[in-house]
């Protein structure tokens, strides 16, 4: 059976570095997070005896990433099924945004390939199983803004919505700088930060505050006191990653004049914050009003390579339209 799916990625708001469990990617806080409608990916999966082993073509190009058999290995345990795959997937966004999408990419797969091996599940079903590709996808699946709670196990580890894309006139800027690949991927980087960063306990207590104030910005519908809600985290997830042993410093020189810019922006009068990952390219979040001049500026900056305006996007879904 074939069924195709497209899933947004997902900014963290209040961010999530470190597990309890690494195989149930079980995570050590409750984070919250916005699908980004400019950061898509769109997946085909068939299922059947012609194919001899799993095979994954990404953006056209067959692609070794162990991580997929993976992923359709829980999904063939769960469907009690025995059948190999054919996936395609596609990005519909440029290579150039730099933007790795292990969100987007396993919250699709997860739908495609649930519904392609004739399951049904349910939405917090479906957010459990994306979350043992990547933490994140889990969020994707929701859309809007979700949170993913950490529970104790799989069962009770997974992302519900707490407001929805149209509820904030919220915007994101994905302002891309040159990329240079990550050394330390996320699982890594977690570890080594929750076992050697002298300043993860005082994270971990600063986080149950934090998400009482991003939940209260998103009730009371204020783009930006969610958008500077997230800088101030952002910058308590990195003060544990460059303290960590060895040191994990995703950001580069783009990093920081993007950086920079927001805080000038900011003394101009603009409600402009950044936010950054695991990685070197920064989101900046502002009010929808604000969007366009801030994307003006940024786009005007020599170490930017591209400025993408996203709008917060909605759940993971089932699409008529397949790959192949
Ligand atoms: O999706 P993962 O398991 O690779 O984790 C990514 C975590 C951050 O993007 C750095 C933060 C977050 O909450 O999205």
Redesign the pocket.
């Known amino acids: 059976m074939k069924a195709s799916a497209v899933a947004c990625a997902?900014?963290?708001?209040?961010?999530?570095?470190g597990?309890t469990d690494e195989r149930l990617?079980l995570?050590t806080n409750d984070?919250i997070?916005v699908c980004l409608d400019g950061l898509t990916t769109h997946t085909t999966v068939e299922f059947g005896r012609a194919h001899a082993r799993d095979e994954f073509v990404l953006n056209g190009r067959p692609s070794p990433d162990p991580r997929i058999p993976r992923h359709l290995d829980l999904i063939r345990s769960l469907a009690h099924s025995e059948l190999r795959a054919r996936v395609e997937s596609r990005n519909g966004f440029p290579a150039s945004v730099g933007m790795?999408s292990?969100?987007s990419g396993?919250a699709a797969l997860t739908v495609a390939a649930t519904a392609a091996a004739g399951m049904h599940p349910d939405p917090k079903e479906l957010s459990r199983i994306a979350r043992r590709g990547?933490?994140?996808?889990s969020?994707s699946i929701p859309g809007g803004f979700a949170e993913?709670r950490a529970g104790r196990d799989d069962e009770r580890t997974y992302a519900a919505r707490l407001a929805g894309p149209d509820d904030l006139d919220f915007r994101t800027l994905i302002a891309s700088v040159a990329t240079t690949p990550k050394k330390v991927?996320?699982?890594e980087?977690?570890r080594i930060t929750s076992e050697t960063s002298p300043m993860f306990a005082s994270r971990m207590s600063y986080l149950p505050g934090a998400l009482t104030r991003m939940k209260e910005a998103l009730r009371s519908r204020d783009p930006a006191k969610v958008a500077h809600l997230a800088e101030i985290d952002t910058l308590s997830?990195h003060a544990c990653m460059l303290t960590s042993d060895p040191p994990l410093i995703y950001w580069t020189g783009g990093t920081i004049d993007v950086i920079r810019e927001v805080i000038a922006l900011r003394e101009a009068g603009r409600r402009a914050f950044f936010s950054i990952?695991?990685?070197q390219n920064v989101f900046v979040n502002c009010p929808a009003v604000d969007a366009e001049p801030v994307r003006e500026r940024l786009a005007s900056l020599r170490s930017v390579t591209s400025v993408l305006l996203s709008r917060p996007g909605g759940p993971a879904k089932l699409v008529e339209e397949h790959l192949f």
């Open positions: 997902n900014q963290g708001l209040v961010k999530y570095w597990k990617r995570p984070s997070s790795a292990s969100a396993f990547s933490g994140s996808a969020r993913l991927g996320s699982s980087g977690m997830m990952d695991a990685g």
